[in-house]
Nanobody, 114 residues
Framework: QVQLVESGGGLVQPGGSLRLSCAVS????????MGWYRQAPGKQRELVAT???????NYGNSVRGRFTISRDNAKGMVYLQMNSLKPEDTAVYYC????????WGQGTQVTVSS
């Protein structure tokens, strides 16, 4: 059974930084595409970033150049370093593991506000 647990969300001022972590249990992690998605109130869930098992990355247009996704296959962890945060980055951030199926974490709240 695959479980994803996010951590690292919180309240940060505009221009600040946060690092999200996602711990993944289950043997499929190493060969899965991992991703971060977010959903703001009243909006659809959107792509933030993905990373393949070999380290190829893809970013949403609104975060490219500010956010960095990474993974540690040995530890079963995926990270999202978020810099230069803006109020519009406020959302619930979800970790995703994609292999034959999609698996989701419970989400972690990120609030960017002064």
């Amino acid at each position: 059974q695959v479980q994803l647990v996010e951590s690292g969300g919180g309240l940060v001022q505009p221009g600040g930084s946060l690092r999200l972590s996602c711990a993944v249990s289950g043997s499929i992690f190493a060969r899965s595409v991992m991703g971060w998605y977010r959903q703001a109130p009243g909006k659809q869930r959107e792509l933030v970033a993905t990373i393949t098992s070999t380290g190829n990355t893809n970013y949403g247009n609104s975060v490219r150049g500010r956010f960095t996704i990474s993974r540690d296959n040995a530890k079963g962890m995926v990270y999202l370093q978020m810099n230069s945060l803006k109020p519009e980055d406020t959302a619930v951030y979800y970790c995703n593991c994609r292999s034959l199926h999609d698996y989701w974490g419970q989400g972690t709240q990120v609030t960017v506000s002064s």
